[in-house]
């Protein structure tokens, strides 16, 4: 696959959504409690091993200063602290770290003292914990300054609970103003070159999450939302719902309809799915739906709405969000915020 004139990256498109417009704002996370989120883990420590683990609470901090910080107070390189996920900066979070401490007395970081987070118990394991290892989130998110229509509110929030919402990655995969989309078109082209591997992994994982955005787009523009495709592969996990492709080598899994849909995108984006291809990713698959599970939501206030609801791993509260209203954060947030991802 070649372009002909290969496109930019330097602004996200506006992807569409599922629902029509309820037309309403809200003002998302003007305070640190008004995004709360709590981590749900495949497992807990069993008590033994050379690992410790720590269940940690933290408040306008983000996840690798944590770990950072963690390290030091153990006295271990930072590469021996694991977390499963990051969890978002201006919010309180609560997530598990490990540390791998095979030798000596084993410290109490339970007193250790920082404003920006504290660890509430700590226990020992036999492995890591590496990305990924989460079954999800759990959420509860205050809206404030709400206006719009509440009839047009509700409709959507009750959309939202029995059908899902399009499983887009969030614009905080993308970086500030998209950034890391372009970066990474330019890396695969050859145009800069990054010797950070975490840098690296960044700009791989945006512009592969970009191409999934961009197949799932074009299915709800073409009326698909919700609807399974002949020759879609289905989830794993999910047998009643389609996946997309997160790009890599070899062909792409599906046939017919769902494949032609998939090879025009990457048509579309030849550098930069060829660049993914010559990078060593392997083709996988994500669902194209997320669903909220156990979402609710209570109005304490006439202008003040606040959701409850727990998503799979690597699933974005900001896709729920963003099917039921507009947000906007304080502006000291935007650029500097970790993830809502919340992996």
Known sequence: MTDAQPPQYTTLPQWPKAYPASGASATLKLLNEDFIVTELPLQLPSGAGEHLWLDVEKNGANTAFVAQQLAEAAGVQERDVGYAGLKDRYAITRQ?????????????????????????????????????????????????????????????????????????????????????????????????????PKKKGIYLSAVRSFVFNEVLALRIQQGLWGQTLPGDVMDKDDAGRPTGPLWGRGRVSTTDQAQALENGVAARHASLCDGMEHAGLDQERRALVASPLDLSWEWPQANQLVLTFSLPAGNYATSVLNEILRTAEPERHIENNESAAVE
């Open 96 to 196: 598990w770290f490990s540390i791998y401490f095979p030798k000596g007395d084993t410290p109490d970081l339970t007193q250790l003292q920082n404003p920006e987070f504290k660890v509430l118990s700590q226990s020992r394991h036999v492995k890591k914990l590496r990305p990924g290892d989460l079954q999800g989130n759990r959420f509860r998110i205050v809206l404030r300054e709400v206006t719009g229509d509440r009839d047009a509110i509700e409709a959507n929030l009750k959309a939202v609970a029995s059908q899902g919402v399009p499983n887009y990655f969030g614009a905080q995969r993308f970086g500030f103003e998209g950034g890391n989309v372009e970066q990474g078109r330019a890396m695969l082209a050859r145009e800069i070159r990054v010797r950070n």
